[in-house]
């Protein structure tokens, strides 16, 4: 058994427990219970690390991750051999959890490469966070897809749709990918632009539902997160440009659809923080995560749930961290809005709040240990955490050298 002994928590991430300051046991994956500090005696085999009251969290989750997004060097990605972007995609799972994100759900990867990275994970072949995943990014033919490569997979008939769809499920997807509008991040794509029809949309959604399987959908334009709610798109990827009528529409299909809004990279081209950009993505995506903040006002008002996406490539994420809960602070969203979504409002939407996303005896000890007080300052998460443990076991990372940090 492990206690981490004093705690500060935060008092809306923690169940069952009132106090700010706590000693946390863990026995096994699970928490076993959380104690007010010095209370409680732990017996002689108990190792005992003292967080010397350290904010502890939840384990985030990042549910708009692309393992394979190395970095943003697109020949690279796309050009790489097999193998080397089944490593990478590994080694991304890994920095995920040095990051605190104990869960990624991962929105499309060629190869099924995330399928093999969550399969060694689970076995513990691998150390990294947990792996929720889609395959392939079905998509219809549109300007801009040949950017990626391989990694979309164009078809243009509704008739497809349960062939393709069945094909993911044989490859162990968790969930299917389509494509609605426009992307930011290929040239000549435009963001707002529906690249399909409802017919087509509806019939990606029975087929994977038929097989067990929800759809997260790409969708920034209005008209297409329209046509993706009546089709019964179970998340709504990005959900940039709602307008009030489409987010009433949500409640009025019995609130079957969500949003995972993703802040982080618009923020970055738009700032160019990972280099100089071409002026077209640079104003797409200034143009989209002005009109994203609005939309997650819009929702946040309305109740419709919204998750905690980042779409970020791994290089960035290493150069930034925090970035996704800094650029939603930037836009006036607050700390306790934020942390919850990054932890338990993530963790019901993909059906894991009975095991995550709080703190609380019986769950799975997620943990995050920040130096700061998040919860107050969030440029507190621009630091990587002190410590992070993943179902009770304490995630070690080694450098090049060899070194423990
Ligand atoms: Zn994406």
Redesign the pocket.
């Given at each position: 058994m492990i206690a981490l002994t004093n705690c500060r928590l935060v008092k809306y991430l923690t169940e069952g427990y009132k106090h700010e300051l706590a000693d946390i046991l863990i026995d096994g994956k699970k928490i076993a219970a959380i104690y007010p500090c010095g209370e409680n005696e732990f017996s002689g085999d108990t190792e005992i690390i003292d967080v010397k009251g350290r904010t502890v969290l939840p384990g985030f989750f990042d549910l708009?991750a692309?393992l394979m997004f190395s970095n943003q060097n697109w020949d690279y990605l796309i050009r790489r051999p097999e193998q080397i972007y089944l490593m990478e995609s590994a080694s991304f799972a890994k920095e995920y959890l040095r990051m605190g994100y104990t869960t990624i759900r991962d929105?499309?990867c060629n190869h099924y490469a995330s399928g093999t990275v969550r399969d060694y994970i689970e076995k513990g072949v691998l150390s990294g966070a947990r792996v929720i995943t889609s395959g392939k990014i079905l998509s219809p033919t549109a300007v801009g897809n040949e950017c990626f490569g391989a990694l979309y997979e164009e078809f243009d008939s509704p008739d497809k749709a349960l062939e393709l769809c069945r094909r993911e499920k044989a490859h162990g997807v968790d969930f299917v990918k389509y494509m609605v509008t426009g992307a930011v991040l290929n040239l000549g794509g435009v963001p707002g632009e529906m690249v399909t029809t409802q017919e087509e949309l509806d019939a990606v959604v029975k087929a994977a539902e038929s097989l067990g399987l929800y759809v997260a959908a790409?969708c920034h334009g209005t008209e297409g997160i329209k046509a993706a709610i009546r089709a019964g798109v179970y998340t709504i990827?990005h959900a940039s440009y709602m307008d009030r009528d489409s987010v009433d529409m949500i409640a009025e299909y019995g609130n079957r659809s969500v949003t995972v809004p993703t802040f982080a990279i618009p923020f970055i081209l738009a700032n160019e923080l990972s280099g100089p950009q071409p002026e077209e993505f640079k104003l797409k995506a200034n143009d989209a995560s002005e009109a994203m903040a609005e939309s997650m006002r819009m929702c946040l008002e309305a109740g419709v749930q919204t998750g905690f996406g980042s779409?970020l490539d791994m290089s960035s994420h290493l150069k930034y961290p925090g970035l996704e809960f800094t650029a939603r602070a930037n836009y006036n969203f607050s700390n306790e809005v934020i942390l919850k979504q990054a932890t338990i409002q993530s963790a019901r939407i993909v059906g894991l709040d009975d095991r995550l996303g709080t703190i609380k005896a019986g769950k799975y000890a997620d943990l995050v240990v920040m130096d700061g007080k998040p919860d107050e300052d969030m440029s507190v998460m621009k630091k990587l955490p002190d410590m992070v443990f993943k179902e009770g076991r304490r995630f070690m990372y080694w450098t090049y050298r060899n070194e423990m940090v």
């Open positions: 708009h692309h929105a499309g790409h990827e779409d």
